[in-house]
C-alpha cells in the first residue's frame, strides 16, 4: 500500500521530466522552424506563450513579445511555474522526498541535471549557446525515464510514473499540433508554409522518421495531424498516451472515474474527423481534447491525492 503523498510526488516527478524534456524540444524546434520557413513570411515567438497557456503571465511581465523574452519565459523565469528550470527544480524536489520508493541513481542523475541546468541556462537566451544546451537537457532527461523504466520494480508506484509521464506528453502532443493550427489559421495559403511547419512539428517529437516509415506519404497537415493524434504505435502520439494511461490506472484501486474520463477523451479522438476536419477547425478540436486532458488529471487528483 503506497501513501497518497508518495503517489502525488511521483506523478509530479513524472511530469515534470517530461515537461522539462518538451520544453527543451518545443524551444530547439520553434528555433530552427524560423530559420527554415521561406523569406518573407511573418511569424515571431508569441506563439510559445500561447501554446503553452501561460500568456497572460507572460503579457504581465513583458512588453516586448520578441524572441529573447519568449525563451527567456520558458527557460529561465521563476514567476513561470511551467518553466524549464522550475520543472527541473520541482522534479528534484519531488525525487529527494521520495527517494525510498526510487532508484539510488535516479536521485544522483537528477541532481546531475539539475546543476547542469542552474548553471548553463544563460547560455540558452541568446542564439549561439541555445541548440547544445536544450539537446543536452533532453538526452538528460531521457536519460532519467530509460533510468526509471529500466530498474524500477513494475508495481503501482511505476504506473504512477508511467501515469505521469504519458499524460503530460499526451497534452504536449496537442500543444505541438496546436501551433501547427495557428499557422493554418494566419497563412493566406497554407500551402506555401506547410511542410516546413508541419515537418518541424513532427521533429519536435522526434517524429519524422517514423512518419515517413509508418504514413508514406508526403509531409501535409491532415497527416501529420492523424499521426500525431490518433496512431496507436507512435510512443508520442496522444492515442499511443492515454492507451498507456488507461493501461496502468487500470492496474489502480478505486479507478472507475478516472477509466470514465479516459474513455471520454479517446471515443472524441477516435471519432475526430481527420480526412473531413476543416482548417480553422483544428484548433477547436484541439482544445477540447486539452480539457479532456485536464479532466483526466482532475479525476486522478480527486481520486488518490485529495
Known amino acids: 500500500m503506497m501513501l497518497s503523498r508518495v503517489a502525488w510526488r511521483i506523478y509530479w516527478l513524472s511530469r515534470y521530466i517530461e515537461r522539462a524534456e518538451n520544453t527543451a524540444r518545443l524551444v530547439n524546434t520553434y528555433h530552427f522552424l524560423l530559420l527554415d520557413l521561406p523569406r518573407g513570411t511573418s511569424v515571431g515567438w508569441e506563439p510559445l506563450p500561447v ?18 523574452n519568449t525563451v527567456k519565459f520558458l527557460l529561465v523565469d521563476k514567476f513561470n511555474p511551467a518553466s524549464l528550470c522550475n520543472s527541473i527544480i520541482n522534479a528534484r524536489e519531488n525525487c529527494r522526498t521520495s527517494r525510498e520508493v526510487l532508484p539510488e541513481q535516479m536521485w544522483e542523475q537528477l541532481n546531475e541535471l539539475y546543476n547542469f541546468a542552474l548553471s ?57 499540433v496546436d501551433i501547427g493550427a495557428m499557422y493554418l489559421q494566419a497563412a493566406d495559403g497554407a500551402s506555401t508554409v506547410d511542410i516546413h511547419v508541419w515537418t518541424s512539428m513532427l521533429r519536435a517529437l522526434d517524429a519524422y ?56 477523451v479517446r471515443r472524441q479522438l477516435d471519432t475526430m474527423p481527420i480526412e473531413d476536419l476543416a482548417e480553422l477547425k483544428l484548433h477547436e ?14 479525476a486522478i487528483d480527486q481520486t488518490w491525492f485529495n
Open 120 to 176: 548553463n541556462v544563460a547560455r540558452a537566451v541568446p542564439r549561439r549557446g541555445r541548440f547544445d544546451f536544450l539537446t543536452e537537457i533532453i538526452k538528460r532527461c531521457q536519460q532519467l525515464t530509460g533510468l526509471m523504466a529500466g530498474t524500477m520494480s513494475q508495481d503501482n508506484t511505476y504506473d504512477f510514473v508511467r501515469i505521469g509521464r504519458n499524460l503530460e506528453r499526451a497534452d504536449m502532443t496537442t500543444r505541438v
Open 209 to 264: 522518421q517514423m512518419y515517413r516509415k509508418d504514413v508514406q506519404l508526403a509531409v501535409t497537415w491532415r497527416a501529420v495531424v492523424g499521426y500525431l493524434l490518433q496512431n496507436h504505435n507512435l510512443p508520442r502520439s496522444a492515442a499511443h498516451c492515454l492507451d498507456r494511461v488507461e493501461e496502468n490506472i487500470a492496474n489502480l484501486p478505486r479507478s472507475e472515474s478516472c477509466l470514465r474520463a479516459i474513455r471520454d
Open 51 to 68: 501554446i503553452s497557456g501561460a500568456y497572460p503571465l507572460f503579457t504581465d511581465h513583458y512588453q516586448r513579445h520578441d524572441e529573447r
Open 285 to 298: 478540436d484541439v482544445d477540447v481534447l486539452q480539457v479532456g486532458l485536464s479532466s483526466i488529471h482532475a
